[in-house]
Each structure stands twice: as structure tokens, then as C-alpha cells.
């Protein structure tokens, strides 16, 4: 099962690093679940919903708190956090959930934070996917060194 794991993300870098993303992911709905929410610009809700961080205690291995990633290609990122959920459904429970998409919203941000002005849409993805393969490696037993 983790090798087919490997196999859907290797195909995934394959498709974003080819400039392959399906028009459609223009037009995702932007997504949000797991104290992450993805946006084009960030509103007095969003502001109000980061300013309102609940106390965690939790089994999480990341900091427990609420992550907005705010970036014009808010569409896009949200088309794969979708196709990375189908691909770790299995993997994924009530709180890994939020390890899982905290580390992939982190990734995000820190890429569009090292990056500010120069960023493309490509290399946030990859960057992401590639977060999820050492996601896999660190939870799953992955060989995380082989990505």
C-alpha cells in the first residue's frame, strides 16, 4: 500500500512539474478543514478565525494551531489538497488529520514566505507534495530519504 502511495505521488510531481494541471483546478473551491484554510486574500474572517486560537492538548507531533495559506494560486493548492487526501484517505484519522494538512499548510507557507514575489505556481505544489512524501516517510515507515 505504501508503495502505491509513492507511485500516486511520484505521477503527481510528474503532472505539476510538466505544466499538466487540469484546467479545472482553476476553478476548485477554495478548501479549508483540519485548522487550515487556503485563500486568494485574506478577509477580517480569516483574521478573526487566526486570532481565535483555541488551547490544544493533543497527540499532535506539530504545533497544534490555525494555518491560513493566502496566495493567488489558492485554487490550485486547494485541487491538491484534495488530491492528496484521496491519495493518504487511508492513512489519515480524526488526528493525524491535523499533522497531516498542518505540515502540507506550513510547507505551503514557508515557500510562499522564502519566495515572496517570485513564486510559481509548479514549485508550490512540488513543494507541497513533497512535504506529503516526507509526511509518508516519517509516520508510515517510508524510506523518506529515497524522494
Excluded at 5 to 12: P, T
Excluded at 87 to 100: H, L, N
Aim: net charge negative; aromatic share 10%.
Amino acid at each position: 500500500m505504501q508503495q502505491s502511495i509513492r507511485s500516486e505521488l511520484d505521477a503527481l510531481k510528474r503532472l505539476i512539474s510538466g505544466g499538466e494541471i487540469p484546467p479545472r483546478a482553476k476553478e476548485w473551491d477554495e478548501w479549508g478543514g483540519a485548522d487550515v484554510e487556503i485563500l486568494s486574500h485574506l478577509d477580517q474572517s480569516a483574521k478573526d478565525w487566526i486570532q481565535t486560537q483555541p488551547m490544544v492538548i493533543s497527540a499532535q507531533t506539530l504545533e497544534p494551531k490555525r494555518r491560513v495559506i493566502v496566495t493567488g494560486y489558492s485554487r490550485e493548492l486547494s485541487w491538491l489538497f484534495c488530491q492528496l487526501r484521496d491519495i493518504f484517505s487511508e492513512q489519515i484519522d480524526y488526528v493525524s488529520k491535523y499533522d497531516f494538512y498542518g505540515s502540507l499548510a506550513q510547507s505551503a507557507i514557508d515557500y510562499l514566505n522564502h519566495n515572496q514575489g517570485t513564486e510559481t505556481l509548479a514549485e508550490l505544489l512540488v513543494a507541497v507534495v513533497e512535504q506529503s512524501e516526507r509526511w509518508l516517510g516519517d509516520n508510515l515507515g517510508e524510506d523518506s530519504a529515497a524522494y
